[in-house]
C-alpha cells in the first residue's frame, strides 16, 4: 500500500495568548487517497509544534471550529463533509484554489501508518 500524501491546503498566522507580538501558524492539510485519517491539523513550529491526523467526523466537530478560522481554512469545511460522506474531493481542483488563496502551490507530506 502506498503511503498517504496529505497537502496542506491552509495555512494561517495569529499571535499567542502571553506570547507578546509573536505570530503562531495553525495549518490544515487533506490527503485524497482514500485514507482512514484524511485530515491534518497542526500547528506550532519547532519544537513548539503539534499536529495529528483525523477522521472527517472529528475534524467537524465544534472542538476544531477555531483552528478552521485561525487556519483560514474555513472554506475547506463543505470538502471535510464530502469526506465524511465518502466522497473523496476533486485533489486539483483543491489544490487550484489552496495555489490561489496561499500565493504558491501548497506544500504535501507523505504520513507514515503505524
Known amino acids: 500500500m502506498d503511503l498517504p ?3 496542506t491546503l491552509a495555512i494561517g498566522m495569529a499571535p499567542r495568548e502571553h506570547a507578546g507580538d509573536v505570530e503562531w501558524p495553525y495549518e490544515i492539510s487533506l490527503c485524497f487517497d482514500g485514507f482512514e485519517r484524511p485530515v491534518g491539523f497542526a ?3 519547532g519544537h513548539c509544534s503539534a499536529g495529528n491526523v483525523f477522521t472527517a467526523e ?7 471550529r477555531q483552528h478552521y478560522v485561525l487556519a483560514q481554512g474555513e472554506w475547506l469545511i463543505p470538502y471535510v463533509h464530502q469526506l465524511a460522506q465518502g466522497i473523496v474531493p ?5 489544490i487550484a484554489l489552496a495555489t490561489q488563496r496561499l500565493g504558491r502551490v501548497p506544500d504535501s507530506f507523505v504520513r507514515r501508518i503505524k
Open 5 to 7: 500524501r496529505f497537502y
Open 43 to 45: 500547528e506550532g513550529s
Open 58 to 64: 472529528e475534524a467537524l466537530r465544534e472542538h476544531w
Open 90 to 94: 476533486p485533489r486539483d481542483a483543491l
